[in-house]
């Protein structure tokens, strides 16, 4: 079974603050978003790769992944035999991935969904999660603990005042879930034909479905870049790798 990977990488990054869009700031001088999909690319079952790029922005990241592709472009070269497409996104993250499924050309029956925003993400957990797809879930997320406890707030009565808390889940039961996350394509294509409500994952529009979803274990490298301290964190991560 051929797997595809769409990224949606539309988002401008309004928390990580004025700049470029969050996708094309660099970690160790190359664009977040070309490791994002080295990270996928690095993973022998993905053979297409989807970027959605800002709606204004695709050819400009067309042209940025050719060069990064070409032979010598850079010090790892080339995409191997990943192939890539470049479509224009839309004003939600959802709107995003969407368009990236349409453009989808048929022969691939699994699809990942990987954002960006989490460029360093290991082959392991990508391959963890097709694998897991392989398996027969119609959808996997990789998942992790939490280290901080979580509480169920209602509004402050007074914008910035303080917040009633009404529960605390069980933490043990509770995890943060990453990206890659991974799919059955008909399934997929089927949660964004019929979900309208706003999400902020995909795997939650096939809960919606009634279908099944599983966690398979994530990793502390595939954390999401949305603060100014992940960019930090980020920049970290790869000077270690380079050692
Ligand atoms: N994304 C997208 N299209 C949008 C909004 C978000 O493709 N209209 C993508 C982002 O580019 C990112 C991923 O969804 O790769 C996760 O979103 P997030 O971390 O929230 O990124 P932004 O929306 O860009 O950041 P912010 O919410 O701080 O503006
Ligand atoms: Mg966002």
């Known amino acids: 079974t051929r797997v595809a ?8 990054g309004v928390r990580l603050g004025p700049g470029a869009p969050k996708a094309l700031r660099t970690l160790g001088g190359t664009p977040m978003l070309v490791h994002a999909v080295r990270a996928l690319a690095a993973s022998r079952a993905v053979s297409l790769v989807v970027v ?7 050819a400009e990241v067309k042209s940025l992944l050719d060069a ?9 070269g080339s ?13 939600s993250r959802q709107e995003s991935v969407r368009l990236g499924l ?3 050309p048929p022969g691939h029956d699994i699809v990942l969904v990987h954002d960006a925003a989490r460029p360093l993400v290991p082959v392991d ?6 694998e897991a797809v392989r398996d027969g879930a119609a959808a996997v997320v990789p998942a992790l603990p939490l280290a901080d406890t979580v509480k169920q707030v209602e509004p402050a009565a007074v914008p910035g005042g303080p917040e009633p808390v009404v529960a605390t889940p069980d933490r043990a039961r509770l995890r943060a879930v990453q990206t890659p996350q991974g ?3 008909a399934t997929l294509v089927r949660a964004h034909e019929t979900v309208t409500d706003d999400v902020t994952d995909d795997a939650s529009m096939v809960e919606q479905l009634g279908e099944p979803v599983v966690a398979v274990p994530g990793h502390e490298e595939a954390f999401k870049v949305t603060r100014p301290l992940d960019l930090v ?11």
């Open 52 to 58: 959605v790029a800002p709606p204004d922005g695709a």
């Open 125 to 130: 957990t990508v391959d963890a999660v097709i």
């Open 79 to 91: 995409w191997g035999s990943t192939d890539f497409m470049v479509v224009p996104g839309g004003d």
């Open 102 to 104: 349409e453009a989808l």
């Open 5 to 12: 990977a769409v990224i949606p990488a539309a988002g401008r």
């Open 68 to 76: 990064h592709a070409l032979p010598g472009g850079t010090p790892s």
């Open 233 to 243: 964190l980020a920049e970290a991560v790869l000077a270690r790798r380079r050692l």
């Open 183 to 185: 799919f059955d394509r």
